[in-house]
Structures are given as C-alpha cells and as structure tokens.
C-alpha cells in the first residue's frame, strides 16, 4: 500500500472531503485547542477513522519541514494517473481540457501552490517529468491547501512525446517564454489547450519549446524579468478561464 503522512489542517481537511476512505488514522497534538483541529477530529470519529492523541515530537518526526498545526493523517494514496489515462480525461473534458504542465518545478512549495491554482482552475491534469519534479512529498500537499487530492497528476517518462500525443487529440501547446514578443493575452485559450511552465532557474528545455504550437510571455511594465512559477501559473490559467468565461 502507498500510505504517507498528509499534515496540516487544509491538507487533512481536502483528504477528510474528498477522499475520507483512504483515510487510516488522525493523529492530533496533545492539548491541541485549536478549533478547526478539534472539528476535524469530530469529523473522523464520525466517519469511524480512529483518532489518537500523540505529543507533539511525534507529529514533528512524520511532517519532516512541513507545518503540521496540531494534525495528521495517515492517507492511503490511490495510484498516480499515468500517461494511458489522458485520452479519457480529455474527452471528459470535451471541448475544454485545459492541462497545465511543468517542466521541471523542483520547489515543493511551487509545485503545491500550481496544483492549488490547477485545482481552482478546475484543470483536467497536470502533467510533470518523472526525473526533473518533485513528487507529492508532505510539503508538496500542505501548499497545495488540497490541491492536490482534487486535480490528476501524471508524472511522463518522456515529456516531448507527451506533448505530441496531446497534439494529437486536438490540444493546442502554449508555452511560457519570457523571450518572446507574443503576449498570453493574444493567443486564445479558448479551446482544449495545455499550458506549459518551465523550471524556476532555466525556464523551457529546448525540446520542450519546439514542441510547442505557440510561446507567450506575461506583460511586466515594472522592472522585474520574471514572475516566481507558481504565480505566473495562476495568471495563464485564470487568462484561460476569462476567455471561455467571455469577460473582457
């Protein structure tokens, strides 16, 4: 079984709404009286998930650098989605798959803050390389504030081929480049598109980028050259949302 440690309250919270099933045991601080960690034990004692009390050097070993605030669950993962499932959660999505992918976002602070947008954004995956991402580690969960048990991630062995096989079935590339004159408030976003983020420090792999339909870049009139990842991913999918909304 892939059973992990999801500490914090947002964390422990999305597992409890959305997949309270995989959820094998609460643990909570002793003397812990902060109200949302007390409802959150009522609420796993009410769906007969046993609750335990343990002193709070025990919940700092499990949650490692994460802040666990008084709480953790102990959450058997389902199976990561694999690259076989995106043609069924495409034509779930119809017209609108909106997918966004990060091309080596190593920081698991980014990572969970892009699944809390993807998830916002109500994405239909994310998809990231199995050897330049970091996993669904502890941290990765707590940023995501749930994030990440409400979106599909697929980890790729082969990122350009994904890419390819998206094209495939209709999905038109944007990628995100700060080098280039297009701006992500000229291209549309209306139909079924993926949204392609590259790393922090050096941006898209260079096969990344040829395999892209399009490349846009965020306006900055300041004087900044680049956002933090994980901001620039809310900006490009909440442009994407405006458009199908039809707001101006």
Request: aromatic fraction near 2%; hydrophobic fraction near 45%.
């Amino acid at each position: 079984m892939n059973e992990h440690w999801i500490v914090g309250i947002n964390p422990v919270d999305g597992a409890l709404n959305n997949d309270a099933a995989r959820v094998c045991e609460l643990l909570v601080e002793n003397g812990q009286r902060n109200p949302r960690v007390h409802e959150l034990a009522e609420r796993a004692k009410a769906l007969k998930i046993p609750v335990h009390h343990r002193p709070r050097e025990q919940l700092d070993k499990l949650a490692g650098e994460a802040r666990h605030q008084g709480v953790a669950a102990l959450y058997e993962a389902p199976a990561m989605a694999t690259e076989g499932d995106l043609p069924e959660l495409l034509e779930r999505a119809g017209g609108a798959a909106l997918v966004l992918v990060l091309d080596g976002v190593t920081d698991p602070h980014n990572l969970g803050a892009c699944l809390r947008s993807a998830a916002a954004a109500n994405a239909t995956a994310v998809i990231v390389p199995k050897d330049r991402a970091v996993g669904l580690t502890p941290v990765v969960r707590r940023a995501s504030a749930g994030g990440a048990d409400r979106v599909p991630l697929i980890a790729v062995t082969n990122l350009a081929r994904t890419l390819r096989v998206l094209k495939d079935a209709g999905v038109w590339i944007t990628g995100l480049a700060g080098d280039t004159e297009q701006s992500i408030y000229g291209i549309d976003l209306k139909g079924p598109v993926a949204l392609v983020m590259g790393s922090e420090g050096e941006g898209l792999r260079r096969l990344t980028r040829e395999t892209c339909d399009f490349t846009a870049k965020i306006p900055m009139p300041g004087a900044m050259e680049s956002l933090n990842v994980s901001v620039a991913t809310g900006v490009v999918l909440f442009e994407a949302l405006r458009q199908r909304s039809g707001l101006r």
